[in-house]
């Protein structure tokens, strides 16, 4: 699985800067160094899955481990778990939302969205 980690900001009208990292497990991780470095300069981050692919939900859960275990266990980072591809229909489906948002949401204390896409 190939990872795309976007070094983004966003500028608050408090004019405070968030540095956030956009995590997509969609390939073999080639480039774990700059997956390291997205993850201890990050204040906040969005990990990316496709629900038709639930090996790739899998890869966001052990992300969001990495990203709580590198910043000391501090399950308060700002996480949201987005699900993208849900204009695939219910028959490619692989991860129902339900269960995706129940996990995200209680089980790890992210949020959760989903999307598709444009």
Same mark, same amino acid.
Request: aromatic share 8%; net charge negative.
């Given at each position: 699985?190939?990872?795309?980690?976007?070094?983004?900001?966003?500028?608050?009208?408090?004019?405070?800067?968030?540095?956030?990292?956009?995590?997509? *497990?969609?390939?073999?991780?080639?480039? *774990?160094?700059?997956?390291?470095?997205? !993850?201890?300069?990050?204040?906040?981050? !969005?990990?990316?899955?496709?629900?038709?692919?639930?090996?790739?939900?899998?890869?966001?859960?052990?992300?969001?481990?990495?990203?709580?275990?590198?910043?000391?266990?501090?399950?308060?980072? *700002?996480?949201?778990?987005?699900?993208?591809?849900?204009?695939?229909?219910?028959?490619?489906?692989?991860?129902?939302?339900?269960?995706?948002?129940?996990?995200?949401?209680?089980?790890?204390?992210?949020?959760?969205?989903?999307?598709?896409?444009?």
């Amino acid at each position: 699985m190939t990872e795309a980690s976007h070094g983004l900001s966003a500028t608050a009208r408090l004019s405070c800067v968030i540095r956030y990292g956009m995590l997509c *497990p969609t390939g073999a991780y080639q480039f *774990p160094a700059m997956r390291q470095l997205a !993850i201890t300069t990050g204040d906040a981050f !969005i990990l990316v899955y496709g629900v038709d692919d639930e090996a790739s939900f899998e890869q966001v859960e052990l992300l969001r481990d990495q990203i709580v275990a590198e910043k000391d266990g501090d399950d308060r980072t *700002p996480i949201v778990i987005v699900g993208n591809k849900t204009d695939l229909g219910g028959e490619r489906r692989r991860v129902d939302q339900p269960t995706a948002e129940t996990t995200a949401s209680i089980d790890w204390g992210t949020g959760y969205v989903e999307v598709y896409r444009a």
